[in-house]
């Protein structure tokens, strides 16, 4: 029993032994990182609630697996095909999360906005609006001691959704297609939206304007008849 929960040893070597629990969840509450292992300075993560699903505790890893929730900042996005998994409670606290998200558009930048995604996202979306609902795909990796090199990636599914990326930039209007993103910017993918009167179809994203990655510039094309 000295060595409960038979996780690794100093040299990365598993101990023998089996400590494994399985707990369904219902309506719970999950903060996959608390605020107290934030800095003062930080903006919340939004918990995510109404969670149902597995909680799987093994050894020294904690899961949460094949989960539905919402977020508590954006009560209208649904959370679906959930996963949240920390490889080592113990050492170099970790948290990896993948998820499918569906609702308006709009709560899914103001969640951006007020989380530390808008830093991880180098303020990117910052300025932006839209309407109308969207799919999204999300992926995170959260090093708690070391925020500084977290990482997020993902898609956004629009379905004719208007969008101003910022409040001098024309609108959107109708736009469909897919833009990808992750920490280093995002990227149009068979963009078409209503634009001046016209159709368009629009490509590109955002780019690095400084060497070091400090800072993004916009960068889009635009073809059509206007």
Known sequence: LNHVPFGRDAHGVDHPGTFRFEV???NAEYRF???????DADKPWPALTGLNGMLVIDKSSLSVLDATARFSTAPDIVVNNLSAHIPDLGH?????IAADLHGPLEQALHLTRQSPL?????????????????????????PIMHMDVATVKGTVGLQDNDIRLSPASPLLGKSRGTVAFDEK????QGVTANLLGGKAELTGGSVAADRNGNSRDVKVDVQGEF
């Open 33 to 39: 990182v608390p605020r107290y292992l934030q800095d």
């Open 185 to 188: 910017g995002f990227a149009l």
């Open 24 to 26: 369904p969840l219902s």
């Open 92 to 96: 170099n606290l970790a948290v990896g």
């Open 118 to 142: 808008s830093d991880i996202l180098r303020n990117g979306l910052t300025k932006a609006t839209a309407t109308g609902m969207a799919d999204i795909s999300l992926m995170l990796g959260l």
